[in-house]
Structures are given as structure tokens and as C-alpha cells.
């Protein structure tokens, strides 16, 4: 990748729905440029951008799932747990026979359906463990790990600050039809939108301006790290001094490494995921950055063998 390219991927991570005209303008190059570098960049399925639903924000409440599984039967349940429109970053770890993913419960009967019935039920799947996100320190939208442009190249593309009020958002159902299709394609038109939602041009800006301000619609940048030179990736587990967690989480939530990063439930109270360069650079990561933090008691890593599903629409019926 060139430097249009590098910084059109950095551009479309601070605001996945930002003009071509703008972001144009920031790199000092034509807008069909910037169209053009796109349409290649989607259609080789290099990127996407994907309007994320902030499940906290109707009430939702998210877990992260870890399954071991025999070898010959992970990649099946990695891909059935791909397939619920409720789960997201669906990964094969551990030399295939563990399968982790993200999902979004909303409500207490739906957490216990979910965990104790839900699964993927066979003899094949050896062990559960389902761990409560407590909260977050850096999400992928945060990741560090794309940024290419000069701080003032960076003002210029950041969009309006979210403004929640902490009481959980209704959806009717134009507002679900209007998520569901920019979960497909975060950049659909709004002649698209309009179709989809039987509202004006006029209404759906509107709209979509107020879910994004309410923080319940986020447009996320959905990119392997590979692409961008970071092949080697890993989710770490660990065991921190519960004095010292959030501390560790911020300290963490600094490395450029980490993409996401928060607290949890369980026997390690920590989970994080990491994207270097190679085996070397995770070596050196584990053994120098995270060895550091001295209020870690203990770590498990896991490399990323397969991702099966990155960013995921939220289940909104």
C-alpha cells in the first residue's frame, strides 16, 4: 500500500462515513482518487465499513465466549457462531481446538438461553467459560495500530462528539431497517437508506445524525490487521491484582498493539487482543511491554489461527 492508501484507511477509521470530498481534501489528492482507491481496496476485500450498533446503549449486555473444542470439530462451531447475527470477532486460537467470540445478551432470560442452551451443544465441545465485559479501556475503533496522518490531518476528519444521557435508546422498526442496512454497508447511499426505511432524504440524515450523537450508531473501519502489516495476532487472558486492574487496562490501553482491551468476570479478570508484526515482535511484546506491568500474576496467550468473523451486526428485532 501506497501513502493514499495508508491514509485513506486511517481517514475511514476516525469516521467510516466521512465524504470522499473530505477525505480528498485531507490527503491532497482528487476525490475520484479516493473513490477509485475504495472501490478497489472493498471489492478485494481488503476493508469494509460497518455501522456498529453500541449494544450498552439499548440495554444490551456483553459477553465474551471461550469454547475448546476437538480439533475436528472447532471450525464447524466457529462458523455456527458466526452465522448468529448476535455475535461478533469469532476466532479459531490455540492450534484450532478453542474458539473465542464476542456476543450481546439483552436480557437476563436471554443470558441464561444463551449460556446454557444457545451454544453449540455437542459432544465435541469439551468446555464453556463465558466471562461479563465489565468495561472497556480500547475498542478496535481506538486501535492505534492504523494511524498514519498528522495530527491536524486528524482534526479535520474527526466527527461530532457522542453525547449518550445513560438512559437506554427505543428502536421502532424504520430505525432497525436503517441499522440493518448500514450494518451490510455502513457507506450505503441515502437514496439506498431512504428505500429501505420510507423516510426522506432529509429524515434519515436526521436520523442517523441522532443515533450517532446518542452514541447507539458507530461506523467501524473493519480491516485485518494483516493488511496493514500486523499478521500476528493474539488474545491475551490474565490474572491482575483487582486493586490494580483498572490501572493495568489503562497502562495496556496505551500500547499501540492492543485493539481491544477490557475488564471481566472470571477466574483472569483482564482480557486484551494484540495485532504485531510477526512471531518475533509478539515475542518481544510479551516478554518486555506486558512483563512490565507488574501487577500482572498471570497471563495466557492464545494466537489467532483463523478469523471466522470480525465485526457483527447486533440482533435488533
Known sequence: MDSVDQGLIHALHLDGRAPFRTIAEVLGVSENTVARRYRRMLGDGLLRVVGMVNGARLGYVPWTIRLRCTPDAAGRVAEALAAREDTSWVY???GGTEVSCNVQARSADEQEALLLHKLPRTSRVLAVSAHLLLRGFVLPTGWAGLACLSPEQVERLRSDPVE????????DDADRALLGALARDGRASYAELTSVTGWSETTVKRRMTALRRAGVLLYQLD??????????EARLWMN???????????????????????????PTNLVAAVNCRDAGDLARYLTERVAALDEIRSMETAPIIRTVKRAGALLLG
Open 164 to 171: 449518550p444521557d445513560g438512559d437506554p435508546i427505543t428502536l
Open 92 to 94: 479459531l486460537l490455540s
Open 223 to 232: 480491516v485485518p490487521p494483516a493488511v496493514v502489516g500486523f499478521p500476528a
Open 240 to 266: 491482575v491484582r483487582p486493586a490494580k486492574a483498572v490501572a493495568t487496562a489503562e497502562a495496556l490501553a496505551r500500547h499501540p498493539e492492543v485493539s481491544f482491551a477490557a475488564l471481566t468476570t472470571g
